[in-house]
């Protein structure tokens, strides 16, 4: 069976233990070629979509390898592809966190000790480069600040975004249940810092509350220069 994984300089077909990269597409057919220049070997599949997430490959046609098959390779690129993977499904979660749980699904599906995975520290670039594809750019001013969709969201999908002012510069986020909580605080504790703000704000702001005898976070801001001037 026939599948598509990422690779260094595009998507690789595998198929039967080796390895293929893309080489020309017709009205009727798409011709691959081993992924080992000396070998030469081809392959012939109906056409698809090469972008689509699972799509229907149907080998046609393939001609024979002058070399061992590339299994030791293919679980590597398998590896790297999974990874990829679990941050594109969600981009808002932390990398060290995707990757913890690509471990622990491989080792409940009993491949942990044939497949296994490069440390953290060494594919930690190649996941946030991955993360970036699906990641939308860093604004640089206000105006053009957009937080929507899952990234106006909790990762338990409840609103988080209370309101975006990008007039006046501002960002706040609480969920409903933490603004509840915070409505039953007697004491109240408000603190700002420039250092750890992203741009193209200047202060990131935070309010916490004593609730059952712990001082816990509430609500958090994203301030700028303008509605910080006109406050003093």
Known sequence: MASLIDGKRGKILVHGGFRYHKNKETAIAIYWRCWRKACGAS?????????????????LHESHHLHVE???????????????EAVREDATRPIKRAFDAVVRGRHQQGGG?????PEFHSVRTLMQRARST??????????DVRIEGEWANTWLQERFLLHL??????A???TDETMQRLQRCHDVYIDGTFRTCPSPYTQ???IHGKYKQRVL???????????IGHYR
């Open 43 to 59: 392959l012939k599949t109906n056409v698809f979509d090469i972008n689509e997430e699972t799509p229907v490959i149907q080998v």
């Open 70 to 84: 590339d299994e030791e390779k293919i679980l590597k690129d398998r590896a790297m592809h999974r990874l990829k």
């Open 113 to 117: 000790d044939r497949e296994p995975l």
């Open 134 to 143: 699906v990641v939308p750019p860093i604004p640089q001013v206000c105006a």
């Open 165 to 170: 002012d990008n007039d006046w510069g501002v």
């Open 172 to 174: 706040v986020f609480a």
């Open 204 to 206: 990131f702001f935070t």
């Open 217 to 227: 976070p509430f609500v958090t801001a994203l301030l700028t220069g303008k509605i």
